[in-house]
């Protein structure tokens, strides 16, 4: 069956240290990959994504994401993070045939 | 573009009670989304539309749950009778295509049925 796994539940950096976010799917083929940040109160709101081509996806806020077919990761980077960056940040998956699924979420806390 | 609007933005209801939760999607845009957020089982696709007709609904719980979209700017999601249960946040998105196209999400209904 499908899935989106997001193997951290919570992670917390200091700002301005480097930050990635983790996302692997079981699919049967290459999937459109999403990423997508719920700041508290707030719906959710588009980082990047990738359908195809350069894996290497540049997004919005400074983010970026690589898509590594052999590992079936898509993970969130951030070279420098602003403690503006502090939410729930969702890796969702849609296959041909398939509907959207979102993983669980990770929440980032970012220490001044 | 005012975006995704949801109403209302927080409804209490008690137990048994029906519960109308409204979206109005971006101009344009074909789909139609309703998610639901809780903690426990994070975010569940309830049901999709394309053009006004619902293409998928096997996400909705159960038959206290039903949904509407009467025309190409509006859709409902009811729930009757309501339970505590049924506390969430629901979320409305939509999006020009299916597939590679973003999801524009609504800010959400927190939902509280005591």
């Known amino acids: 069956a499908q899935s989106v796994t997001q193997p951290d539940i919570h992670i917390t950096v200091s700002e301005g240290a480097s930050l990635e976010l983790r996302c692997n799917y079981s699919?049967?083929?290459?999937?459109?990959l999403f990423w997508y940040v719920q700041s508290p109160g707030q719906g959710l709101q588009l980082l990047l994504k990738y359908f195809s081509g350069d894996t290497l996806v540049q997004g919005i806020k400074g983010f970026e994401a690589e898509f590594k077919r052999s590992q079936s990761s898509f993970n969130l980077r951030k070279p420098s993070v602003h403690w503006s960056d502090a939410a729930e940040y969702f890796c969702a998956v849609e296959s041909y045939g398939q509907n959207f699924v979102f993983g669980p979420g990770t929440r980032l806390s970012v220490l001044p | 573009d005012a975006g995704v609007i949801q109403s209302p933005r927080h409804e209490v209801t008690e137990m048994g009670q029906e519960v109308t939760l409204r979206c109005k999607p971006i101009s344009g845009h074909d789909y139609l989304f309703w998610y639901r957020q809780t903690m426990m089982r994070g975010l569940e696709l309830l049901i999709y539309f394309n053009n006004n007709v619902p293409i998928d609904d096997s996400g909705m719980p159960e038959d206290r749950f039903s949904a509407k979209m009467p025309n190409a700017s509006f859709s409902t999601l009811k729930i009757q009778p309501s339970e505590p249960r049924d506390s969430a946040v629901y979320f409305c998105?939509?999006?020009?295509?299916?597939?590679?196209?973003?999801?524009?999400f609504g800010p959400g209904t927190r939902l509280t049925v005591l």
């Open positions: 699919y049967g083929a290459t999937p459109y």
């Open positions: 998105a939509s999006s020009l295509s299916s597939g590679s196209d973003t999801q524009y």
